[in-house]
């Protein structure tokens, strides 16, 4: 045994034995009741704010002016018929980003040709004002439907192509070493070992990818206004119907977050072995 084998045993045993005080996650009925106070105190706070009068309504309604606005929006059919347009242009385009921007991903992460090649191409646009190629996206593909879907394609592509990038890149080298021990050349391994590994941390960009989807659907709906949740706030807007507005977004705010949920229960479902 060396010098101080020993004390240093000890002194790892004794670390891992030292209680741990920050990111425990709150488990049991504290884990159901924390949220639903979170919940509780903001709307206690929008009450106070709009009953005493320090915000006025044109520019923030009650809670309950906005509940009834949200209500009236599902008796009318508005969240089924515009809320369905606006989950299908951002399914469109999320489909459409993952075809092609996983696969660029992938060979940028895989291959150092592919990532000197495009990586000045397509890195430099994940700082870029997205919403300033409206413009453009207009001039190409005019203000009806299909500038919508490939904005949104746009917007989300430019992330999930650097997102899939770094999945790749943290894969362990011991998946790479492990392939050329077993006599995989290289396509061998990118298939067998370095995209399953990868494609928890893949799915991970998709999901971020929708919720930023979801950011850019208004900037996208409010060019020619037919349908969409986007077009609902901004005809609220022009007609000054504060309700509306904030119900509207409270609309999007749920899907999006439903669909959060959903893409979670996804990724729990085929990744749970990824930590």
Same mark, same amino acid.
């Given at each position: 045994?060396?010098?101080?084998? =020993?004390?240093? @045993?000890?002194?790892?045993?004794?670390?891992?034995? &030292?209680?741990?005080?920050?990111?425990?996650? +709150?488990? =049991?009925?504290?884990?159901?009741?924390?949220?639903?106070? =979170? %919940?509780?105190?903001?709307?206690?706070?929008?009450?106070?704010?709009?009953? *005493?009068?320090?915000?006025?309504?044109?520019?923030?309604?009650?809670?309950?002016?906005?509940?009834?606005?949200?209500?009236?929006?599902?008796?009318?059919?508005? %969240?089924?018929?515009?809320?369905?347009? @606006?989950?299908?242009? %951002?399914?469109?385009?999320?489909?459409?980003?993952?075809?092609?921007?996983?696969?660029?991903? !992938?060979?940028?992460?895989?291959?150092?040709?592919?990532?000197?090649?495009?990586?000045?191409?397509?890195?430099?646009?994940? *700082?870029?004002? !997205?919403?300033?190629?409206?413009?453009?996206?207009?001039?190409?593909? =005019?203000?009806?439907?299909?500038?919508?879907?490939?904005?949104?394609?746009?917007?989300?592509? %430019?992330?999930?192509?650097?997102?899939?990038?770094?999945?790749?890149?943290?894969?362990?080298?011991? #998946?790479?070493?492990?392939? +050329?021990? #077993?006599?995989?050349?290289?396509?061998?391994?990118?298939?067998?070992?370095?995209?399953?590994?990868?494609?928890?941390?893949?799915?991970?960009?998709? &999901?971020?990818?929708?919720?930023?989807?979801?950011?850019?659907?208004?900037?996208?709906?409010?060019?020619?206004?037919?349908?969409?949740?986007?077009?609902?706030?901004?005809?609220?807007?022009?007609?000054?119907?504060?309700?509306? +507005?904030?119900?509207?977004?409270?609309?999007?705010?749920?899907?999006?977050?439903? *669909?959060?949920? !959903?893409?979670? &229960?996804?990724?729990?479902?085929?990744?749970?072995?990824?930590?």
């Amino acid at each position: 045994m060396r010098f101080g084998d =020993g004390d240093h @045993s000890g002194m790892g045993a004794n670390m891992m034995m &030292k209680p741990r005080y920050l990111a425990l996650p +709150v488990t =049991g009925h504290r884990a159901r009741i924390l949220p639903l106070c =979170g %919940v509780l105190g903001v709307i206690a706070l929008w009450a106070l704010f709009t009953e *005493t009068g320090w915000v006025r309504s044109a520019f923030l309604p009650s809670p309950v002016d906005t509940l009834q606005a949200f209500l009236a929006m599902f008796s009318d059919g508005t %969240v089924v018929r515009d809320g369905w347009a @606006s989950i299908r242009r %951002v399914l469109v385009a999320v489909s459409l980003a993952s075809v092609v921007g996983i696969p660029l991903g !992938i060979a940028m992460g895989a291959f150092g040709t592919v990532e000197a090649l495009l990586r000045w191409v397509v890195f430099p646009f994940r *700082t870029a004002p !997205i919403t300033a190629f409206i413009p453009v996206f207009m001039l190409i593909f =005019g203000i009806e439907e299909q500038m919508k879907v490939w904005f949104l394609f746009f917007g989300t592509v %430019v992330y999930l192509i650097p997102l899939t990038f770094d999945a790749v890149r943290a894969v362990p080298e011991e #998946y790479v070493d492990a392939a +050329v021990d #077993y006599g995989f050349r290289p396509w061998g391994t990118l298939w067998h070992f370095i995209i399953p590994a990868a494609w928890p941390r893949i799915f991970d960009g998709i &999901k971020v990818c929708t919720g930023i989807a979801w950011t850019y659907l208004v900037a996208a709906e409010i060019v020619n206004v037919t349908s969409g949740m986007g077009a609902i706030v901004q005809q609220a807007q022009r007609f000054q119907n504060t309700a509306r +507005v904030w119900a509207g977004i409270l609309v999007i705010l749920l899907i999006g977050n439903f *669909t959060d949920y !959903i893409l979670g &229960k996804i990724r729990d479902r085929f990744f749970a072995w990824e930590v």
